[in-house]
């Protein structure tokens, strides 16, 4: 079985300073993570990914996020928020190596993550 | 990347109706999903749907409900069957691309009365 937990439902930032929205995982093969951005009224837009490789994965929007195997977590980041960024973000999860209708994703809650200005 | 688009946006229905929503993606795709979404809320997954075959369905849900077709690679649709206002959601249709990648369409938000 896969899931994720993203712990803060929500996260409120100044503008201009750091941002992190905190997700884990557990899967029992290894994972395939995604970080998803929802805005009002919108569906959901692929932010990035991890297969493989760096564990620092460069997104859109000036994202990116960190894979650390060790604490099982994948951490979104962004250096400067902008006020724009506010928006509902989800972590998701899914084992490499499953298949057929078990390739499906597993959301973690969202984190609502709000920019003051 | 895989462009998806959803067919009504949104659409106000009375009790006892159904309701088919269409979903139309830009290339070919080797899964899709359609998803349930409370607003602010994380997805429920309701089904896999499958090229010319039935639906496979998760806990909860049942083909009578929620009759799916996906007759080729690009088009899925999905009917909400006898609503109730508990069927009052956002219903997002999702595509897993040849990148490796899960793309979702915008949604149709559902209102029963």
């Known amino acids: 079985a896969q899931s994720v937990a993203q712990p803060e439902d929500q996260v409120n930032v100044a503008e201009g300073n750091p941002l992190t929205v905190k997700c884990t995982y557990s899967v029992s093969g290894n994972p395939y993570l995604f970080w998803y951005v929802q805005y009002p009224n919108r569906g959901l837009q692929f932010l990035l990914k991890?297969?493989?490789?760096?564990?620092l994965v460069k997104g859109s929007y000036g994202f990116e996020a960190e894979f650390n195997k060790s604490q099982t977590s994948f951490h979104l980041k962004k250096p400067s928020a902008l006020v724009s960024d506010s928006a509902l973000y989800f972590c998701?999860?899914?084992?490499?190596?499953?298949?057929?209708?078990?390739?499906?994703?597993?959301f973690g809650s969202g984190t609502q993550l709000t920019v003051l200005p | 990347s895989a462009v998806i688009s959803q067919k009504p946006s949104r659409d106000i229905c009375q009790r006892g109706t159904s309701l088919t929503i269409q979903c139309q993606v830009d290339?070919?795709?080797?899964?899709m999903f359609w998803y349930r979404q409370q607003p602010g809320q994380s997805l429920t997954l309701i089904a896999t749907a499958n090229q010319g075959s039935e639906a496979t369905y998760e806990s909860g849900f049942v083909i009578d409900k929620f009759p799916i077709s996906r007759p080729n690679l690009t088009f899925s649709t999905l009917t909400v069957s006898n609503m109730s206002p508990e069927d009052s959601s956002i219903y997002l249709c999702s595509g897993w691309g040849l990148a490796e990648t899960q793309y979702f369409g915008p949604g149709t938000r559902l209102l029963v009365l």
């Open positions: 998701a999860v899914r084992d490499l190596r499953a298949s057929g209708s078990a390739r499906q994703l597993t």
């Open positions: 991890y297969i493989t490789g760096d564990n």
């Open positions: 290339s070919q795709v080797t899964m």
